[in-house]
């Protein structure tokens, strides 16, 4: 059973940093995409980045501030958050699309969450 792995998250001032790792733990799966989504109380969970074999993309709120950086070799993502707000007050889940095997379809896989609290 594929498992992602986070690790990071706590709490901040607003204007600090926080930084977030997850790591899956099959090294062999063949991951297409791998990024964050995160989701406060009271809404649903949103895109705030993604990595695919060709490209990054991040949500509108966070561009310019977060920075997702991804090692393939290791089927890890990082994700680093600068110029934190309290609007970025949330719970982040690593998610990854991917299949353990190439005769295998893929399949979407998330982390447990973790808590990101930024106070004003």
């Known amino acids: 059973q594929v498992q992602l792995v986070e690790s990071g998250g706590g709490l901040v001032q607003a204007g600090g940093s926080l930084r977030l790792s997850c790591a899956a733990s099959?090294?062999?799966?063949?991951?297409?995409?791998m990024g964050w989504y995160r989701q406060a109380p009271g809404k649903q969970r949103e895109l705030v980045g993604m990595v695919t074999s060709g490209s990054t993309t991040y949500a509108d709120a966070v561009k310019g501030r977060f920075t997702i950086s991804r090692d393939n070799a290791k089927n890890t993502v990082i994700l680093q958050m600068n110029s934190l707000k309290a609007e970025d007050t949330a719970v982040y889940y690593c998610?990854?699309?991917?299949?353990?095997?190439?005769?295998?379809?893929?399949?979407?896989?998330w982390g447990q969450g973790t808590q990101v609290t930024v106070s004003s």
């Open positions: 998610n990854a699309r991917g299949r353990v095997s190439v005769f295998k379809s893929e399949s979407d896989y």
């Open positions: 099959e090294r062999t799966l063949i991951i297409s995409r």
